[in-house]
């Protein structure tokens, strides 16, 4: 069964720059040949898009909340995918999901809280 362990979530001060990882050792598969997706929930809200990434297909996205702000990155070698977080607002506090897709099931990962203080 596939894993998806995010980490790198905390509390930080508006306008940083935290990086997330999503890492899925053990996937027996190129990474760069799958999408693999950052989804957010803060409170009372629902879970939203905000980014994604195929290396192989060289396709990003990014949502209009995060562009500009956000960087989506992998590293195929260690099955793990980045989102370089900066200027970071109150309003990007969140649950952080990352999301894995493949043609036999989708994947999320447990979570990462990140909380911005103003």
């Known amino acids: 069964e596939v894993q998806l362990q995010a980490s790198g979530g905390g509390l930080v001060q508006a306008g940083g720059s935290p990086r997330i990882s999503c890492a899925a050792p053990?996937?027996?598969?190129?990474?760069?040949?799958?999408?693999i997706a950052w989804f957010r929930q803060a409170p009372g809200k629902e879970r939203e898009g905000v980014s994604c990434?195929?290396?192989?297909?060289?396709?990003?996205y990014y949502a209009d909340s995060v562009k500009g702000r956000f960087t989506i990155s992998g590293d195929n070698a260690k099955n793990t995918v980045y989102l370089q977080m900066n200027s970071l607002k109150p309003e990007d506090t969140a649950v952080y999901y990352c999301?894995?897709?493949?043609?036999?099931?989708?994947?999320w990962g447990q979570g990462t809280q990140v909380t911005v203080s103003s």
């Open positions: 999301n894995l897709i493949t043609g036999w099931g989708t994947y």
């Open positions: 053990g996937f027996p598969y190129d990474f760069d040949d799958y999408a």
């Open positions: 990434i195929n290396k192989g297909d060289r396709y990003t």
